[in-house]
């Protein structure tokens, strides 16, 4: 069964503690995007990465960082420094051939 | 840099009735369009896209969207809707190249009965 998984759905934290969303996908495409998700904002891009061992910032890249060690997976890591982590994280996928990106189903991310 | 506007936040519309939901879009370069859906405390799911060709772009579900060049819009229709339409619906853009999408803010569809 092909797909994105992100885990876990909820997520829950205290205020100063660092937490990282796992993204895992068997669709075997090269680049992968970290998307936070606030209500009536859209989505903006935190992250990317078009192959293994490489990323780049997106627009709103300051408290979070990534790594990208394997291709299938492309975690992120939300650091205390994030004056805002409360949102919906979203991973997608990109199809090379098609221009479409595929989407994780989400982690809510809480942070008291 | 590319922007997208969706000029609705909310759409509520009673069953059957058809819908449309506006994007605009701004580029210096020629772009690529899409709609994602998105149903609640779920990711996005393609909905369609326009890469080239017909102007005039359909779904599976009776959704379509029509790429006007001129007035830069890409604007999604349905002739008549269902309750199980109801969503949020995110227009976005992508500039050929670096191939990083921009998403407009959402509009949410309420289908009521």
């Known amino acids: 069964d092909g797909g994105i998984t992100q885990s876990p759905k909820y997520l829950f934290r205290k205020e100063g503690q660092n937490v990282t969303l796992s993204c895992e996908q068997n669709?075997?495409?090269?680049?992968m995007y970290w998307y936070r998700q606030d209500p009536g904002q859209g989505l903006r891009l935190i992250y990317y990465s078009q192959i293994v061992n490489d990323f780049q910032k997106g627009d709103i890249a300051e408290g979070y960082s990534v790594s990208r060690e394997k291709k299938e997976s492309f975690p992120l890591t939300v650091t205390s420094a994030q004056k805002n982590p409360t949102a919906f994280y979203l991973c997608?996928?990109?199809?090379?051939?098609?221009?479409?990106?595929?989407f994780g189903p989400g982690t809510r991310l809480t942070v008291t | 840099a590319q922007s997208v506007t969706q000029l609705d936040s909310q759409v509520p519309v009673f069953e059957e009735a058809p819908v449309e939901l506006r994007c605009n879009y701004s580029s210096s370069v020629s772009v690529y369009l899409f709609w994602y859906v998105q149903y609640p405390n779920q990711g996005l799911q393609l909905l369609l896209k326009y890469l080239s060709g017909s102007t005039l772009v359909e779904s599976i579900n009776g959704f379509e969207a029509e790429f006007n060049k001129s007035q830069t819009s890409f604007h999604l229709r349905k002739p008549s809707v269902h309750i199980s339409d109801t969503a949020e619906y995110f227009c976005?853009?992508?500039?050929?190249?670096?191939?990083?999408?921009?998403f407009g803010a959402g509009t949410i569809l309420r289908v009521k009965s």
């Open positions: 669709l075997n495409h090269d680049a």
């Open positions: 976005a853009v992508s500039d050929r190249r670096g191939n990083k999408l921009v």
């Open positions: 997608a996928t990109e199809d090379p051939t098609g221009y479409e990106q595929y």
